[in-house]
């Protein structure tokens, strides 16, 4: 069970915003940057958001994190069916061992 | 282009040992962190090693600490992940990744390889 709590699955309808959370503690995500990542079934997983609300270059807008305190939050605007795909966080955490760690993980369904 | 090719998985015995290659081209490799990431069959992600650019930073979790080393050979642009004492939990699809930017410590991994699956078991 991962440090980083994230619920299992999310859904929404296209066009929705969807949004993830990311649920840690002042170790982690309380005072280290929150980052997120896109994985498609066999593919490798692809960075969405860095420094929790920074977007690498060709990450659409319709992608945004945020932060507050202890949790942290993927927002999907417009959603669309190619967005169906698992999201994870990740966090280090400055207690743990100093521990870098990913959430467990959440697969959203575009119905 | 930013290319990451990973090499060296395969079946392995209990207790064995694998090297894993991850050749990288399109980039300043010694300007960039390294890791290694690994996913089990239907599960989630789980950082594996990370070392920054120099190779003076390095970073492993308890759960592959000294099994697992991670190591770079800047002049021949090649990320290495020696794994001994391999038990069936290892089992995995090992992905190599470059940073965003220099840094360290750091988890913002832009560039991904294609992973190699590693399988241990008699």
């Known amino acids: 069970q991962s440090v980083l709590t994230q619920p299992p699955s999310a859904s929404g309808t296209p066009g929705q915003r969807v949004t993830i959370s990311c649920s840690g503690s002042s170790s982690n995500i309380g005072r280290n940057y929150v980052y997120w990542y896109q994985q498609f079934p066999g593919a490798a997983p692809k960075l969405l958001i860095y420094?929790?609300?920074q977007r690498p270059s060709g990450v659409p807008d319709r992608f945004s994190g945020s932060k507050s305190g202890t949790s942290a939050s993927l927002a999907i605007s417009g959603l669309r069916s190619e967005d169906e795909a698992d999201y994870y966080c990740a966090a280090w955490d400055d207690i743990l061992s100093d521990s870098a760690m990913f959430g467990g993980g959440t697969h959203l369904t575009v119905l | 282009e930013v290319q990451l090719l990973e090499s060296g998985g395969g079946l392995v015995q209990p207790g064995g040992s694998l090297r894993l290659s991850c050749a990288a081209s399109?980039?300043?490799?010694?300007?960039?962190?390294m890791s290694w990431v690994r996913q089990a069959p239907g599960k989630g992600l789980e950082w594996v090693s990370i070392i920054s650019g120099n190779g003076d930073n390095t970073y492993s979790p308890d759960s592959v600490k000294g099994r697992f080393t991670i190591s770079r050979d800047n002049s021949k642009k090649i990320l290495y992940l020696q794994m001994n004492s391999l038990g069936a939990e290892d089992t995995a699809t090992y992905y190599c990744a470059k940073a965003l930017s220099s840094g360290w410590p750091t988890l913002n991994f832009e560039s991904w390889g294609q992973g190699t699956l590693v399988t241990v078991s008699s």
């Open positions: 399109g980039f300043t490799f010694n300007n960039y962190g």
């Open positions: 420094r929790n609300n």
